[in-house]
């Protein structure tokens, strides 16, 4: 097994970081490894956005309700970035250009694309010995965030990273077993994997250092699929011009 694969297979968020802020060369390093990423016929439909302003970590934090996205090392915001392609159009090719950049595949490229770079960026950050927890709460408040951060039409925030020298070393939390997640040729029934699957989990959050519970994998997916949240973004993600046709 290489130091790489090594990396993967250690990751945990981290929510607990050092008064350490992160250096330049560190931040461009991070950036550089994300513009390396993969991305969909060359459009590197995304756009990363660093957060030192005090006042709009401490906003973001607001947002968010997580303390760590003011406390860490640096911040992060990927973001969804269409307007790119437009910067260049007259007005009779920007109305041309619409019907795609207003379409769920492009919607799709430009989601993707970003989160390709972030993870990217992620493993660049873990292989450094930083610690990372991605931050989709940005999307509590979706509006105030696209506000907060000037973004133009065909812009929109999908989610943040904290990075930072880790302050504590959480266990590692469970995945799902293969037999769940990985199929050959076609799609697998796997209710039995799922129910040991909830065995594992449930003793994982008993047994933990902090935030003990009673709990399993599908009874929080089921909380989570039966009650509404961020209902807004649909709205908000069409107003910017994604995902209407």
């Known amino acids: 097994m290489n130091a790489t694969i090594e990396t993967l297979l250690n990751h945990r968020s981290i929510r607990s970081f050092k008064d350490t802020r992160l250096n330049q060369e560190q931040i461009d390093t ?38 760590y996205v003011k406390e860490n090392g640096h911040l992060f915001i990927f973001c969804a970035d269409l307007y790119r392609t437009t910067i260049k ?27 390709l770079a972030a993870q990217n960026a992620a493993i660049a950050a873990e292989s450094m010995g930083l610690g990372i927890c991605y931050i989709g709460s940005i999307r509590n408040q979706m509006a105030r965030v696209d506000e907060l951060l000037s973004l133009p039409k065909h812009v929109i925030p999908l989610f943040g ?35 040991t699957f909830n065995e594992t989990i449930a003793a994982y959050y008993r ?31 069409q107003n910017k011009g994604f995902n209407k046709r």
């Open 161 to 195: 990273m904290v990075v930072g020298e880790p302050a504590q070393k959480p266990e590692q939390k469970p995945r799902l077993p293969k037999e769940a997640v990985y199929f050959e040729n076609e799609y697998s029934r796997y209710e039995e994997e799922l129910d």
């Open 89 to 115: 159009a007259d007005k009779k090719q920007y109305e041309e250009m619409l019907a795609n950049l207003e379409n769920s595949e492009h919607f799709l490229v430009s989601a993707i694309d970003a989160a």
């Open 207 to 237: 047994s933990r250092s902090n935030n003990n519970r009673q709990d399993s994998w599908t009874d929080q997916m089921l909380r989570r699929f039966q009650t509404p949240m961020r209902m807004d973004v649909t709205e908000i993600v």
């Open 30 to 67: 991070l950036v550089a490894a994300a513009q390396q990423a993969s991305t969909s016929s060359y459009m590197m439909a995304y756009s990363i956005i660093g957060v030192t302003d005090e006042d709009k970590k401490a906003e973001l934090a607001d947002i968010t309700g997580q303390n």
